[in-house]
């Protein structure tokens, strides 16, 4: 089993930024690899980063160039940082990790980009 607490989200203004938090416990040995999705009301859930242990990273194009995902495997911690924010990155942002076979989620963390 493996546990993923986020933090981070909240509410920012466009062009603003925001850092997010997700940090693995449990077993954590076979964790690869970690990553955000996002969901915004009424859409489907998307990929937004993903990183490998090893440190490859793939982005949505919505967010290249303005997100960054990071990973410190000493911590077991991923982060996304993400700046420029538009109001249609809005959404609850999800942390998942892959421990072999099988996809655990974190509760997720609602970030709302607004003036």
């Known amino acids: 089993q493996v546990q993923l607490v986020e933090s981070g989200g909240g509410l920012v203004q466009p062009g603003g930024s925001l850092r997010l938090s997700c940090a693995a416990s449990?077993?954590?040995?076979?964790?690869?690899?970690m990553g955000w999705y996002r969901q915004a009301p009424g859409k489907q859930r998307d990929l937004v980063a993903i990183?490998?242990?090893?440190?490859?990273?793939n982005y949505a194009d919505s967010v290249k160039g303005r997100f960054t995902i990071s990973r410190d495997n000493a911590k077991n911690t991923v982060y996304l940082q993400m700046n420029n924010l538009k109001p249609e990155d809005t959404a609850i942002y999800y942390c998942?990790?892959?421990?072999?076979?099988?996809?655990?989620w974190g509760q997720g963390t609602q970030v709302t980009v607004s003036s």
């Open positions: 998942f990790a892959r421990a072999g076979v099988s996809i655990y």
């Open positions: 449990g077993s954590i040995a076979s964790i690869d690899p």
């Open positions: 990183i490998t242990r090893g440190g490859t990273t």
